[in-house]
T-cell receptor, first 114, second 116 residues
Framework: AQSVTQPDIHITVSEGASLELRCNYS??????LFWYVQSPGQGLQLLLK??????LVQGIKGFEAEFKRSQSSFNLRKPSVHWSDAAEYFC????????????FGTGTQLKVEL | SAVISQKPSRDICQRGTSLTIQCQVD?????MFWYRQQPGQSLTLIAT?????????ESGFVIDKFPISRPNLTFSTLTVSNMSPEDSSIYLC?????????????FGSGTQLSVL
């Protein structure tokens, strides 16, 4: 069965610093990969997604993620973090034949220090 | 993109009671999904609700505990029955992007449930 691992439960970065959130997945074929952000009191918002093609995908709010098949990873990056980026970030995987089901990682809580 | 309204946004309930959560979408969607996010945990799919048919439940979830209604293409409800403190979670409704087949999901803002 497919699974998603986000090894970092909490991350703290200074405003303006770069950010990388890690995500590893376990799935036999090429998955569909997503990053969602959940701000306090808000629902989940899709940041970006990967289905095929270019392994470096650009998302909203200046985020990007790179799919690395050899490492089974889909890490989220941002070159310069803003205080408003403080939130919880979820990596998720879907798969061909899985319908619309997604398997989510346990999330990474991002804190931004001013 | 779909806009999803979920009510209530939060509630505090007594053990043994039931709560019905409503999910309203601003466009017609075939499939709606209910997720649960327990404290410190990731999101877990409870069930898939298709209009005109019985909901499909994931392993570990049963209809008697989480009955779902789907009366039309824009609305669904999830009831958490006979609640216990273990049911304290955030419950999220989501729908799939109808315009593409790329598995994109939209989520409501969630219902924060606390059971005393």
């Amino acid at each position: 069965a497919q699974s998603v691992t986000q090894p970092d439960i909490h991350i703290t970065v200074s405003e303006g610093a770069s950010l990388e959130l890690r995500c590893n997945y376990s799935y036999g074929a090429t998955p569909y990969l997503f990053w969602y952000v959940q701000s306090p009191g808000q629902g989940l918002q899709l940041l970006l997604k990967y289905f095929s093609g270019d392994t470096l995908v650009q998302g909203i709010k200046g985020f990007e993620a790179e799919f690395k098949r050899s490492q089974s990873s889909f890490n989220l990056r941002k070159p310069s973090v803003h205080w408003s980026d403080a939130a919880e970030y979820f990596c998720a995987v879907g798969w061909t034949g899985g319908g619309n089901k997604l398997t989510f990682g346990t999330g990474t809580q991002l804190k931004v220090e001013l | 993109s779909a806009v999803i309204s979920q009510k209530p946004s939060r509630d505090i309930c007594q053990r043994g009671t039931s709560l019905t959560i409503q999910c309203q979408v601003d466009s017609q969607v075939t499939m709606m999904f209910w997720y649960r996010q327990q404290p410190g945990q990731s999101l877990t799919l409870i069930a898939t609700a298709n209009q005109g048919s019985e909901a499909t439940y994931e392993s570990g979830f049963v209809i008697d505990k989480f009955p779902i209604s789907r009366p039309n293409l824009t609305f669904s409800t999830l009831t958490v029955s006979n609640m216990s403190p273990e049911d304290s979670s955030i419950y999220l409704c989501s729908v799939r992007d109808q315009l593409t087949s790329n598995e994109k999901l939209f989520f409501g803002s969630g219902t924060q449930l606390s059971v005393l």
